[in-house]
């Protein structure tokens, strides 16, 4: 059975030569999709990489990670050179469009360098975030975990989204939790904001006042 579909397989892909660039792109997508869900490891969004047209690709805009000038021109460079060897983790929106969970730099330069955006059609690599994290919150906490898991995320602006997530009625133990987070540092990023008083409930105030008492 196995050697049978792999040589039904092999007998089409003379036909795909035929197809025009675009074409041949959605085909490859698809059939990618399709394997995709016969996979054992279909819960996993790497296991699907596709190619879109970077113009469906959104930047979110609430990432707190800023890469300065020399790391982006490095950025470049290694994309140059090496090639795409990461794809921009997205979410798919109602009307197509991806907005970036992960990514937001090596999609500007898929978009801003004319070398690179010709050398890969127009087009940039994704893959798709499971569906539980639809949920605006989820994404922001989901960019979030992957700048800290690379080590790099804004003070000023994880502050910022501290609270906006606050605001949206996340506990401060769920916040915690999903950024990766103990407590003290989910209060002193609250603390930056001038907005303590959202944070003053049960479940770290005297873990803080503790800690206020012993300096």
């Not at 792999?6 to 399709?34: A, G, H, S, T, V």
């Not at 969004?45 to 990432?63: F, G, L, Q, R, S």
């Not at 700048?147 to 996340?170: F, T």
Request: proline share 4%.
């Amino acid at each position: 059975m196995k050697k049978e579909i792999k040589q039904k397989f092999k007998d089409l892909i003379p036909m795909f030569r035929y197809l025009k660039i675009e074409d041949k792109i959605d085909l490859i997508n698809e059939i990618k999709i399709d394997l995709h869900n016969l996979s054992p490891f279909k819960s996993e969004p790497v296991d699907c990489v596709i190619w879109v047209k970077n113009t469906n690709v959104i930047a979110n805009d609430y990432n707190p990670n800023n890469v300065a000038p020399p790391e982006m021109e490095l950025l470049r460079h290694s994309i140059q050179q090496d090639g795409y060897t990461q794809p921009i983790v997205s979410m798919m929106e109602e009307d197509k469009t991806r907005v970036v969970i992960d990514g937001f730099h090596r999609n500007r330069v898929g978009k801003e360098c004319e070398e690179i955006q010709k050398k890969v059609f127009g087009y940039l690599p994704v893959v798709t975030i499971r569906e539980s994290q639809k949920n605006i919150n989820d994404r922001v906490a989901s960019t979030i975990r992957h700048n800290r898991a690379r080590g790099k995320h804004q003070v000023d602006n994880m502050s910022d989204i501290i609270v906006d997530l606050k605001k949206r009625n996340w506990s401060n133990k769920k916040i915690s939790k999903e950024l990766g987070m103990d407590s003290d540092e989910v209060l002193r990023l609250a603390q930056i904001s001038g907005l303590t008083e959202l944070f003053k409930d049960k479940e770290f105030s005297k873990a803080w006042e503790l800690e206020e008492n012993n300096i």
